[in-house]
């Protein structure tokens, strides 16, 4: 089992940055894909970016495309995704999940992943 824990999420202004962290429990295989997901209030949960070991598949929601950027420390087993130049429609409860292996073309899909965390709130006030 993997346990992911999300930290970094507050309260912002509108054009403000923030940077999200996701540690991992153990430095292991389940983790070689890993996500980003977030749910704002009575909307489903939709994506927002991943990226997989070595980087070689890197993908971002069009809606934060240019804003937001996905990066890991595999030596320390933790993620991270810096957002720049938020706004109000990234408020939301941002979640970190991971995967043992590559989804492919389903990597935006919240069941391609096995592992999750238990949240962080992001609010942007505008």
């Known amino acids: 089992q993997v346990q992911l824990v999300e930290s970094g999420g507050g309260l912002v202004q509108a054009g403000g940055s923030l940077r999200l962290s996701c540690a991992a429990s153990?430095?292991?295989?389940?983790?070689?894909?890993m996500a980003w997901f977030r749910q704002a209030p009575g909307k489903e949960r939709e994506f927002v970016a991943q990226?997989?070991?070595?980087?070689?598949?890197?993908n971002y929601a069009d809606s934060v495309k240019g804003r937001f950027t996905i990066s890991r420390d595999n030596a320390k087993n933790t993620a991270y995704l810096q957002m720049d130049s938020l706004k109000s429609d990234d408020t939301g409860v941002y979640y970190c999940?991971?995967?043992?292996?590559?989804?492919?073309?389903?990597?935006?899909?919240?069941?391609?992943?096995?592992?999750w965390g238990q949240g962080t709130q992001v609010t942007v006030s505008s």
């Open positions: 990226t997989t070991w070595s980087d070689e598949h890197t």
């Open positions: 153990t430095r292991s295989w389940r983790t070689t894909v």
């Open positions: 999940a991971a995967n043992p292996t590559w989804p492919g073309s389903k990597c935006y899909d919240r069941s391609s992943y096995s592992y």
